[in-house]
C-alpha cells in the first residue's frame, strides 16, 4: 500500500507542477503582453492545479501516517530533530506543504471571486505563486527524478 501511495503522489506532482507552472506562465504572459487570455484555460489550470494539489496533500497525509515518518517521530521525536534528513521528511515538508496548499486554496477563492482580469491576474501571481516557490522549495527533487 505505501509504494502505491508514493508512486501516485510521485505521479500526481508532475501534474501539480505543470498546471501551476502553466497557469503562472499564461498570467505574467498575458500582464506582459496586454493581451487577456482565454478565460477557460486560465479557469482549467487553476482548478486542475487545486484539485492535484489538495489530492497530493490527502496521499502525502496517507503516506505520513502509514510509512515510516509518523512512528519514527512520534516514539523518538528527539533524535528526528537532530537529523536535519528526517526532520526535513517527517516536519518540513509536511508543514510547509500544508502551508502552500491553503494559500493555493486561498488564490483560487479569490481568483473566481475577482471581477476583473487585472484582479484575476493578482490573484493568481500572489497566492499561486507563492504556494508555488513554498511547495517547489520542499519538493525532494532528487527522488522525483
Given at each position: 500500500m505505501y509504494t502505491?501511495?508514493?508512486h501516485t503522489h510521485r505521479l500526481l506532482a508532475y501534474f501539480f507542477l505543470?498546471?501551476?507552472v502553466g497557469l503562472l506562465f499564461l498570467t505574467l504572459y498575458s500582464r506582459i503582453s496586454g493581451k487577456t487570455p482565454s478565460a477557460s484555460a486560465r479557469k482549467f489550470l487553476s482548478t486542475f492545479a487545486l484539485i492535484t494539489g489538495?489530492?497530493?496533500l490527502l496521499?502525502?497525509?496517507g503516506l505520513y501516517f502509514v510509512g515510516p515518518w509518523f512512528s519514527l517521530l512520534t516514539s523518538n521525536t528527539a533524535e528526528v530533530m537532530k537529523d536535519a534528513d528526517l526532520r526535513w521528511f517527517a516536519v518540513e515538508h509536511l508543514t510547509v506543504n500544508i502551508l502552500g496548499i491553503v494559500l493555493l486554496t486561498i488564490g483560487h477563492s479569490r481568483f473566481k471571486k475577482?471581477?476583473?482580469d487585472a484582479a484575476k491576474d493578482k490573484a493568481i501571481l500572489r497566492y499561486f505563486g507563492l504556494a508555488f516557490l513554498l511547495i517547489a522549495s520542499r519538493?525532494?527533487?532528487d527522488r522525483l527524478f
Open positions: 502505491g501511495l508514493l505543470l498546471a501551476t489538495h489530492t497530493q496521499l502525502g497525509l475577482a471581477a476583473d519538493i525532494p527533487w
